[in-house]
């Protein structure tokens, strides 16, 4: 597509359940990143995918928090039992390859997440 | 860990006001990028700079980078409704896993009223 697809655009979800948001990146695009956006607060990096591998979670707050790319483009944010503190704006971004020249990063408009 | 700070966090102005916002970096940037977002909408990629001392022009914006790469300002002049928006500044690194991250500062709001 011409740029980074998330969805939904809005969940809205009770305590302790599980959500899956998802990001369809621009097509080719080998690397692919999540964001956390809170409240105030700039975008905080989640997880990096280069193709379908994960190489580097370092960002991920706790083991309730995963996400796969399987097939090295589609990929989905998973989180369980959420808690209310995990309410934010989830940001996908995608660029062509590692992108040393920082000209490549294309974000996508987010997921809102919102816990009750 | 580094700490971007963003200042003033919110400015309202009228339309046609000139108007300047800062950042400034705990540690040296590596490379400084601004990003301006839209309510509902994801950050978008406004400029790069890596020299201390660059100045970068987009139009009625412009970019200055510190001689010691530690702080940065942005200059609107002639502000339009049109720049309303979330204005970040992030460092663009990379990570000893190889990923090329970024850490934001929290970001200026700013409001160009008609």
């Known amino acids: 597509g011409a740029g980074v697809s998330q969805t939904p655009s809005n969940k809205v979800t009770e305590k302790g359940k599980y959500v899956e948001l998802r990001c369809d990146p621009i097509s080719g695009h080998t690397a692919l990143y999540w964001y956390r956006q809170s409240l105030g607060q700039g975008p905080e990096f989640l997880i990096y995918?280069?193709?379908?591998?994960?190489?580097?979670d370092s960002g991920l707050p706790n083991d309730r928090f995963f996400a796969v790319r399987p097939e090295g483009s589609v990929s989905t944010l998973k989180i369980q039992r959420t808690e209310r503190g995990d309410s934010a704006v989830y940001l996908c971004?995608?660029?062509?390859?590692?992108?040393?020249?920082?000209?490549?990063?294309?974000f996508g408009s987010g997921t809102r997440l919102t816990v009750v | 860990t580094q700490l971007l700070e963003q200042s003033p966090q919110f400015l309202s102005i009228q339309e046609g006001e000139n108007l300047t916002v800062y950042c400034n970096s705990s540690?040296?940037?590596?490379?400084l990028q601004w990003y301006r977002q839209e309510p509902g909408e994801g950050p978008v990629l406004l400029v790069t700079v890596v020299t201390g001392g660059e100045v970068k022009k987009l139009k009625r914006l412009t970019f200055q980078f510190g001689d010691a790469r530690k702080d940065s300002s942005l200059h609107i002049t002639a502000a339009q409704p049109g720049d309303t928006g979330l204005y970040l500044c992030?460092?663009?690194?990379?990570?000893?896993?190889?990923?090329?991250?970024?850490?934001f500062g929290k970001g200026t709001k700013l409001s160009v009223i008609p």
């Open positions: 992030a460092d663009y690194w990379i990570s000893g896993a190889g990923s090329y991250q970024l850490t």
């Open positions: 995918f280069q193709g379908t591998g994960a190489a580097d």
């Open positions: 971004a995608s660029s062509l390859t590692g992108d040393s020249s920082g000209y490549g990063y294309t």
């Open positions: 540690s040296v940037f590596s490379s």
